[in-house]
């Protein structure tokens, strides 16, 4: 069956180190993307894509990053942690905008 | 006005309670509305489609009013398995991307 994988589930880190956070999808859908997840702010987009090469900053862009260089993949990239982003992080894909989003299990950041 | 809203709750219901959330949206070209159920931080699961002329799954109701711009769920019959957060999903201002509401709280008790 297709799936959405994200790794690592779970990472404890230190401030300024860069991180970077797996997203793995079998669908084949063009569009992925990264959100973060805090009490009292429900889900905020990071960054997303619809397609190879195509890369957009979301409402919470600030201090990530990401790269498309084929469908299946779109890792997120800390480029230098800090504890505000500590936090946790879904990735998700649909086939176009306007069908449903699918995501993955979830990774558990925590930056000290 | 944000381009989705929610009210937060939380709803405390007793089982077998019908339950319904509005959710309103701004951009009125948008096409395509979704309800999600998330548990406890674990990630968000489609819980069904929103259509004009409204959906139907079992216990849940969902319907789309264009005039006032919102969307609704129903649910009826309250489980206990139903206490979750609801989250609605409409297109952005832009009509480049879709948006997630903040999410209602249900709680349902026996």
């Known amino acids: 069956d297709a799936e959405i994988t994200q790794s690592p589930r779970h990472k404890i880190t230190e401030t300024g180190r860069q991180v970077t956070l797996a997203c793995h999808q079998t669908w084949n859908h063009n569009n992925m993307f990264w959100y973060r997840q805090d009490l009292g702010h429900g889900l905020r987009l990071i960054h997303y894509?619809?397609?190879?090469?195509?890369?957009n900053k979301g409402e919470v862009s600030d201090g990530y990053s990401v790269s498309r260089s084929n469908t299946e993949d779109l890792p997120l990239t800390l480029e230098s942690a800090a504890s505000s982003q500590t936090s946790v992080y879904f990735c998700?894909?649909?086939?176009?905008?306007?069908?449903?989003?699918?995501f993955g299990d979830g990774t558990r950041l925590s930056i000290l | 006005r944000k381009e989705v809203e929610q009210d937060p709750g939380p709803f405390n219901v007793p089982e077998g309670a019908t339950v319904a959330f509005n959710c309103t949206y701004s951009?009125?070209?948008?096409?395509?509305f979704f309800w999600y159920r998330q548990d406890c931080r674990k990630e968000p699961k489609l819980l069904m489609s929103?259509?004009?002329s409204g959906n139907e799954d079992g216990r849940f109701t969902a319907q789309l009013n264009r005039a006032s711009q919102y969307i609704s769920l129903l649910i009826r019959d309250s489980k206990l398995s139903d206490s979750a957060t609801y989250l609605c999903?409409?297109?952005?201002?832009?009509?480049?991307?879709?948006?997630f509401g903040k999410g209602t709280t249900l709680s349902v008790s026996s």
């Open positions: 999903v409409g297109g952005n201002q832009a009509g480049t991307a879709l948006i």
């Open positions: 951009n009125s070209a948008s096409q395509s």
């Open positions: 929103v259509y004009s």
């Open positions: 998700a894909s649909s086939a176009n905008s306007n069908q449903p989003q699918h």
């Open positions: 894509s619809y397609g190879v090469q195509d890369t």
